[in-house]
């Protein structure tokens, strides 16, 4: 009898322990996409908005063709990686240049973070 109180007890304190270190795993990671979101706003702010506009509604800059409006689906339907890609590399013939220097891997995926978020 006393083995199976003591069994519970232990039992018990595991559960409450891993939950708690799993909220905190939990929160953590919500504080770190917090973060990386307002550093891809900053750099949004920084290098796109002057094109692309405040909201990301393109068409902020009158050059031809247009910056796209990066909330519309015909854009937030592609990739992660293609949407890196140009962002990296540009568009030829575009007034959207390569951001090669300019960002790092990181910087990139925090301002096509802000992107997405733009869309909601
Ligand atoms: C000088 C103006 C200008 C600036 C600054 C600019 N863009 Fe662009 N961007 C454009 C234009 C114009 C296009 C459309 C090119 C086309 O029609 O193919 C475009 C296209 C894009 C696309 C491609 C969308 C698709 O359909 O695949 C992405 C992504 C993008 N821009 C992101 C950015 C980001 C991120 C920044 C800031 C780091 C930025 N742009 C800064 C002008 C600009």
């Known amino acids: 009898m006393r083995s199976i109180v003591l069994f519970l007890f232990f039992w018990l304190s595991y559960v409450i322990v891993s939950h708690a270190v799993a909220e905190q795993k ?5 504080l770190r996409e917090y973060y990386d979101l307002q550093e891809g706003q900053r750099l949004y702010e920084q290098y796109c908005r002057f094109c692309h506009g405040a909201e990301g509604k ?21 990739s992660d990686a293609d949407l890196t ?26 301002v096509l973070l802000y992107i997405r978020r733009l869309a909601r």
């Open 26 to 30: 939990g929160s953590e990671k919500a």
């Open 58 to 78: 393109g068409k902020a800059f009158d050059v031809t063709p247009p910056p796209v409006d990066l909330t519309s689906q015909a854009v937030q339907k592609k």
């Open 85 to 110: 890609q140009t962002i990296h590399e540009g568009e030829r013939g575009t007034a959207m240049g390569s951001w090669k220097w300019e960002l790092s891997e990181k910087d990139k995926q925090n």
